[in-house]
């Protein structure tokens, strides 16, 4: 392709586009469906198939994946990729790379980046940054929160400056999605060291620049997980939480679910179901929990990435004896819970899940006169959480300690209040 010029490049990435619409209709998605399954905006789609935005290959090798296209759009995109580098400028070689280590500088904005590095690798830098900050959201169940925190805070101080030099660019709305993304990871590990003021500050933020930005499924997920904080996980960490505010957040959450991926629905419906348990409205959540076993149904691994990494039928188990725990079931929630807890036995990745799991089961336990099995569960649980430092997991262990009140006399629940002072 060493003849072809650079006109004729510009044209081969606009069929390229119009490649990526054809197979998108075939296989049946709309770009607002197809948006969430890339991790990209619905503008980003739009603007790809219209030529008037490029993007780095893991986009089309993820295009080919879910379109079933045989790897055709990669392949294409090779091709062009060839011909854009044997006609880049002698003074700027395509393959020069960017650094994004650190914010740019104040006199370059990120429309001059463009000019001057190349749109479509400047797309594989911002591939980059949503990568890291899927990576950084995998890790949250895995690793202490105090050693995630700075990490995730400066990805997003960096996403913040270029989003804020970002103009009127093109890439804006896509920088955009990613540092609603960081600032609801930011949430998560604020709340599990106990800030809930800056956990839900983060939050609120993702969520405000969601609805600015018109992306459904950046406000949707941020109301998902900003449910979780009012509500305290439906009072099992604080039992002042405000779970009307949180089956609010979650209704509004609701009207997008359609440009939600399956992981995110199951979150949502499970988060519902858990409220209403913690209502005592059986109806609703049995109902709810139908939704997220649906959802679950639907899954794929390409589903369970960053915030929804965690997600798998042994996830909806957690939820579902939780809300039998919620609901005055103490049998249904220990064989449920039970069977959570093996499936999870071995899932180092979501350790906080597993430990959360336990907390509940060991509630449980209590309640259907399994009191020394309660006691040593919870006493080991909590000592792991303390040691992983989630003080969001500790809450919940002491608010598990305190529904053994009716037994405090009892000498093992005597002998886990002191260990668990100490």
């Not at 619409?21 to 603007?47: C, D, F, M, V």
């Not at 956990?199 to 969520?207: E, F, G, Q, S």
């Not at 907390?359 to 959480?385: F, H, I, K, P, R």
């Amino acid at each position: 392709m060493s003849s072809v010029p650079p006109q004729d490049v510009a044209k081969a990435w606009i069929a390229l586009g119009q490649m990526l619409a054809r197979s998108r209709k075939a296989a049946g998605y709309t770009q607002e469906t197809l948006a969430p399954r890339l991790n990209y905006g619905r503008s980003t789609i739009a603007n790809v198939e219209t030529g008037r935005q490029r993007v780095g290959r893991d986009f089309w090798t993820r295009s080919d994946e879910l379109l079933e296209t045989g790897g055709r759009l990669a392949r294409e995109y090779d091709r062009i990729r060839l011909a854009s580098t044997r006609h880049a400028p002698s003074s700027m070689p395509a393959t020069q790379p960017l650094q994004v280590a650190a914010a740019p500088s104040s006199s370059m904005t990120v429309e001059t980046l463009a000019r001057t590095a190349g749109t479509d690798y400047l797309m594989g830098e911002w591939n980059s940054f949503s990568t890291l900050t899927s990576m950084l959201a995998q890790q949250r169940q895995a690793v202490s929160p105090d050693a995630l925190l700075g990490l995730i805070e400066a990805h997003r101080d960096c996403l913040s400056t270029l989003y804020r030099k970002a103009g009127r660019a093109p890439i804006r709305a896509d920088i955009g999605a990613m540092l609603a993304e960081a600032s609801i990871v930011a949430s998560r590990l604020w709340s599990a060291q106990g800030n809930r003021a800056l956990a839900l500050a983060h939050c609120a933020y993702a969520r405000q620049l969601g609805d600015r930005l018109g992306n459904r499924r950046i406000s949707a997920t941020a109301r998902i997980f900003e449910s979780n904080l009012h509500s305290e996980a439906a009072t099992l960490i604080e039992a002042d939480g405000d779970i009307m505010i949180g089956l609010r957040l979650l209704d509004e959450a609701a009207h997008a679910s359609e440009d939600l991926n399956p992981a995110a629905r199951a979150r949502l419906a499970a988060e519902q179901a858990q409220a209403y348990a913690a209502l005592r409205l059986p109806r609703e959540a049995t109902a709810a929990l139908k939704r997220a076993e649906e959802a679950v149904n639907d899954l794929s691994p390409t589903d369970c990435v960053g915030l929804y990494s965690d997600w798998s039928n042994a996830r909806l188990h957690v939820y579902a004896g939780t809300c039998h725990l919620l609901l005055g079931q103490p049998d249904q929630a220990v064989t449920v819970l039970e069977s959570a807890v093996q499936m999870l036995e071995h899932d180092h990745a979501n350790i906080n899940v597993v430990l959360a799991a336990a907390v509940d089961l060991a509630s449980a336990y209590a309640e259907t006169g399994e009191l020394e099995q309660s006691c040593t569960l919870l006493g080991n649980t909590y000592d792991q959480l303390k040691g992983g430092g989630n003080h969001r997991g500790i809450a919940r262990a002491q608010r598990a300690r305190e529904r053994l009140a009716p037994w405090r006399a009892e000498p093992v629940v005597l002998e886990l209040e002191e260990q668990m002072a100490a």
